[in-house]
């Protein structure tokens, strides 16, 4: 089981960037997949994008595309959510979650055993 923390969230104005973290406790973590869901004010829960142990990532949210990117860094035990030309849109809580490697990634927020707190995101002006 791995514990998950979040950070980098805040207040942004639209077009700006923020650095999302997701600092994992398991020496181990290089045996997960690492997924990055959001929820909105009044919206379900939505995957966003994942990275699998190995480096490569699915995305899973068109409206994200060419603006968020994922990267792990498993010597660190840290996984980044980059994103870059923020829409108010984009505001919301956002977890990160983690599923042994050997599942993979999924949009399904029920097949992931361990979650973070979130970090919230307001994209304000």
């Known amino acids: 089981q791995l514990r998950l923390v979040e950070s980098g969230g805040g207040l942004v104005q639209p077009g700006g960037s923020l650095t999302l973290s997701c600092v994992a406790s398991a020496t181990t973590f290089d045996r997960y997949s690492i997924g990055w869901f959001r929820q909105g004010p009044g919206k379900e829960r939505e995957a966003v994008v994942c990275?699998?142990?190995?480096?490569?990532?699915?995305d899973f949210l068109s409206s994200v595309e060419g603006r968020f990117t994922i990267r792990r860094d498993n010597a660190k035990n840290v996984v980044y959510l980059q994103m870059n030309s923020l829409k108010p849109e984009d505001t919301a809580v956002y977890f990160c979650?983690?599923?042994?490697?050997?599942?993979?990634?999924?949009?399904?927020?029920?097949?992931?055993?361990?979650w973070g707190q979130g970090t919230q995101v307001t994209v304000s002006s």
């Open positions: 990275v699998y142990n190995t480096g490569g990532t699915s």
């Open positions: 979650a983690a599923r042994d490697q050997h599942w993979g990634c999924s949009t399904s927020s029920d097949v992931f055993d361990d």
